[in-house]
């Protein structure tokens, strides 16, 4: 049996400006984040949000410039803990990015040399941390990519990249990534460059993974549908800021920041023909100056005059569930949520009631 309640992975109030040029911008803004063993987080925003940031963090390889202003990453085993943000860049490599934390790129193309055979780079990822025999690396080989989902793989190890769809690059990325053995699988937008066809069978693959080796998987994205179909917790992010997190179904069922509202609303869904989808209004602040309040506040129809001086703090709402949004505020006049929202909600639980009964 996994222990969902051992956590092997803690973040902690991390804080990280990119210097560029003469401009710094403040990417991550005192993030705070939990990973159980077997279970699979979401980090969910639009693009500039610091999701990508947040992540590259953990495996070590923020870009050139980036300042660690404060915070922690701790990889726990045991008792033993590791904060990977004091480990040097050799000792990362080494130990940790591959090894115990493996992630998966959107564009397998960017993960994939077009000029090597794919034996041979599933080679290069199987000896980065292991000494086999030419033998072992064979077998090896071929177990992941008939793990994976490829047919006969010992034809496929001698074949290139651009002789494989996108589908297919993306499963030996996926077979790259799992050639260590690694506990923690990041999947930074996962399905993006792929047919939309391809996008379930990829997801179902890597849910069948995680189930089998016990794996606690993150997920990078900005698609709704996939977070409801992989995730059990969601954190919502801003601004570089995580301003909702809860499980699925307090996310889904029951979100309380007007953000998590516009992002909901934004799916396209297919039981309500007469609507327009919606969009946020607005667009994401730059982070090279600080936000005066809420960073939110001027896209946000339910502002109140607070947002516009202070920043609110993450409100409790059960032991699960937190927004920061002064709208949960006891002072605050009650807000409900969009018409079209409940409605849709509505229909999430009517459409969650069916596929449970099936």
């Not at 045991?78 to 080494?94: A, M, V």
């Not at 025999?133 to 034809?155: M, N, Y």
């Not at 800021?241 to 979100?255: A, L, S």
């Amino acid at each position: 049996m996994i222990d969902r309640a051992q956590e092997v992975l803690k973040i902690s109030n991390l804080d990280i400006s990119i210097s560029m040029g003469k401009e710094k911008i403040h990417a991550i803004r005192g993030l705070d984040l939990i990973l159980r063993k077997g279970e699979t987080v979401a980090l969910v925003g639009e693009s500039g949000s610091g999701k990508s940031i947040t992540m590259k963090a953990v495996m070590g390889i923020l870009p050139e410039g980036s300042i660690i202003n404060k915070g922690s990453i701790i990889l726990k085993d045991g008792e033993k803990e590791i904060d990977i943000l004091k480990q040097s860049p050799s000792y990362l490599r080494t130990n940790i990015v591959g090894k115990r934390i493996a992630m998966i790129f959107q564009d397998p193309m960017t993960s994939l040399n077009p000029t090597m055979t794919i034996g041979g780079q599933l080679k290069a990822a199987i000896l980065a941390h292991a000494k086999l025999s030419k033998d072992e690396v064979f077998e090896k080989s071929v177990t992941l990519l008939r793990e994976v989902g490829i047919t006969e793989p010992e034809r496929r190890l001698k074949q290139y990249p651009h002789e494989f769809s996108g589908g297919m690059r993306q499963r030996i990325v996926i077979a790259m990534a799992l050639s260590s053995d690694p506990e923690i699988l990041i999947c930074d937008e996962p399905t993006t460059a792929l047919d939309v066809t391809i996008q379930d069978k990829i997801l179902d693959l890597i849910i069948s993974l995680q189930q089998k080796r016990e794996l606690s998987v993150i997920y990078i994205t900005h698609d709704l549908g996939v977070v409801a179909k992989t995730s059990d917790y969601v954190n919502v992010m801003y601004a570089g800021r995580i301003i909702e997190c809860g499980t699925i179904v307090d996310i889904f069922y029951d979100p309380r920041h007007p953000y998590t509202w516009g992002l909901l609303s934004a799916i396209p869904d297919v039981g309500d023909s007469h609507t327009e989808l919606y969009s946020i209004p607005g667009t994401p602040p730059v982070l090279t100056k600080e936000p005066v309040g809420d960073a939110f506040a001027k896209r946000n129809p339910y502002a109140l005059n607070i947002d516009f001086k202070k920043e609110a703090p993450l409100f409790k709402i059960s032991n699960s569930h937190y927004a920061a949004t002064w709208l949960l505020d006891e002072r605050a006049k009650p807000v409900s949520r969009p018409k079209e929202l409940e409605e849709r909600i509505q229909r999430m639980r009517m459409e969650a009631a069916v596929y449970v009964n099936e």
